[in-house]
C-alpha cells in the first residue's frame, strides 16, 4: 500500500498558462481528473466515445452545446454526452475540472453513459453549495453525476463517518468547504478547502471532517 498524496487545485491551477490543454490531476479506477485554463473560447469539437463532467472550480464560464448554452460558477457540474458538439468559454481567467473515462469505453463492458442525475439532459447542471445545503442526513453522499461504472457525489457531516472498509475501489476525496483528516496505517493527509487526496482499492482508513464540511467524493458504483 502508498502513502496518501495530497494534491492542491490551486496551487496546482496557478501554473496553468495555455488556454484549454489539460493537466493530469488524479486517477480513481479508470477515471481521469484534469484541470484546464478557460480564457477565451475554444473551437467546437465532439467526443465520439466518451462523455465528459465539467465542474467549475474558480471562476464563470459558459458552456455551450448543440442544445443550448448554461453560465457556470464556481462548485457547478455539468454533463456532455459522447457525440454531442461542444465548446467553453470565459472573459476571464477561469478553472475548470474535467471528469472523464480514461480507456476507450467499447474495449469495456457495461453501460457507458454519464448523465446528471437531477435531470437526465445534456443541459442539466447541479451547484455542490446548494446540493449540501439539502442534504437532510449527515455523512450520507448524494449522486449528483453518474459516468461509466463511476459517480461524483457530494457529502456534509462532521466527527467520524462511517465507510465501507477496506476500500472496495479507489476513492477519490476532495474537500469544497472545511477541512477533513484521512487516515490509513501508513499515513494520514490533512486537507483543507481546494485540497483532494486519493485513497487506493484495499486500504483500510478513517476519515473525519469539521464542522459543516462539504466533500465531494468520485468512486466506483455498482
Known amino acids: 500500500?502508498?502513502?496518501?498524496?495530497?494534491?492542491?487545485?490551486?496551487?496546482?491551477?496557478?501554473?496553468l498558462e495555455k488556454?484549454?490543454?489539460?493537466?493530469?490531476?488524479?486517477?480513481?479506477?479508470?477515471?481521469?481528473?484534469?484541470?484546464?485554463l478557460c480564457a477565451g473560447q475554444i473551437q467546437s469539437h465532439r467526443h465520439e466515445d466518451f462523455d465528459e463532467t465539467?465542474?467549475?472550480?474558480?471562476?464563470?464560464?459558459?458552456?455551450?452545446?448543440?442544445?443550448g448554452s448554461e453560465i457556470l460558477r464556481a462548485g457547478d457540474v455539468?454533463?456532455?454526452?459522447?457525440?454531442?458538439?461542444?465548446?467553453?468559454?470565459?472573459?476571464?481567467?477561469s478553472i475548470v475540472l474535467l471528469l472523464r473515462c480514461g480507456v476507450v469505453p467499447h474495449r469495456k463492458n457495461g453501460r457507458h453513459r454519464l448523465f446528471a442525475v437531477l435531470e437526465d439532459t445534456a443541459q442539466a447542471?447541479?451547484?455542490?453549495?446548494?446540493?449540501?445545503?439539502d442534504?437532510?442526513?449527515?455523512?450520507?453522499?448524494?449522486?449528483?453525476?453518474?459516468?461509466?461504472?463511476?459517480?461524483?457525489?457530494?457529502?456534509?457531516?462532521?466527527?467520524?463517518?462511517?465507510?465501507?472498509?477496506?476500500?472496495?475501489?479507489?476513492?477519490?476525496?476532495?474537500?469544497?468547504?472545511?477541512?477533513?483528516?484521512?487516515?490509513?496505517?501508513?499515513?494520514?493527509?490533512?486537507l483543507h478547502a481546494g485540497e483532494l487526496s486519493v485513497v487506493r482499492e484495499g486500504e483500510v482508513y478513517h476519515l473525519s471532517t469539521s464542522k459543516n464540511t462539504i466533500l465531494v467524493r468520485v468512486t466506483h458504483i455498482d
Open 54 to 67: 465539467f465542474w467549475v472550480y474558480d471562476g464563470v464560464v459558459t458552456l455551450a452545446t448543440e442544445m
Open 78 to 93: 455539468i454533463v456532455v454526452p459522447k457525440g454531442v458538439k461542444h465548446w467553453s468559454m470565459s472573459e476571464t481567467r
Open 125 to 133: 447542471h447541479v451547484s455542490i453549495g446548494q446540493t449540501a445545503n
Open 19 to 36: 488556454p484549454f490543454l489539460a493537466l493530469t490531476v488524479a486517477r480513481v479506477g479508470d477515471v481521469v481528473l484534469s484541470m484546464y
Open 135 to 190: 442534504l437532510r442526513e449527515m455523512h450520507e453522499f448524494k449522486t449528483v453525476a453518474q459516468f461509466d461504472e463511476s459517480a461524483l457525489q457530494v457529502g456534509l457531516g462532521e466527527g467520524s463517518w462511517v465507510l465501507d472498509v477496506p476500500a472496495p475501489q479507489d476513492v477519490l476525496l476532495y474537500v469544497w468547504a472545511g477541512t477533513a483528516s484521512v487516515q490509513t496505517h501508513d499515513s494520514v493527509q490533512h
Open 1 to 15: 500500500m502508498g502513502n496518501l498524496e495530497k494534491v492542491n487545485i490551486r496551487e496546482r491551477s496557478a501554473g
